[in-house]
């Protein structure tokens, strides 16, 4: 009785080790993974907006920042 349930966990290691080996080679994970470029943008501020004018922050002010490409 003690031989075959240390055959059948050897058997269940066996069977996760092969399943671990193949998650970690296999290439679904790259396949996921997507290229992400970071563009270098200046941030200004619409000179034709009128709200961006001579404006003065007190404490807890906050200005949006639109992004235009």
Do not use: E, W
């Amino acid at each position: 009785m003690p031989r075959t349930i240390a055959i059948i966990g050897l058997v269940i290691l066996l069977i996760g080790a092969i399943i671990g080996f193949v998650g970690a080679v296999s290439p679904v994970s790259a396949v996921a993974q997507k290229p992400v470029t970071i563009y270098n943008n200046v941030l200004t501020i619409d000179p034709n907006d009128y709200q961006s004018h001579s404006v003065v922050l007190t404490k807890g002010q906050t200005i949006n920042v639109t992004f235009y490409r």
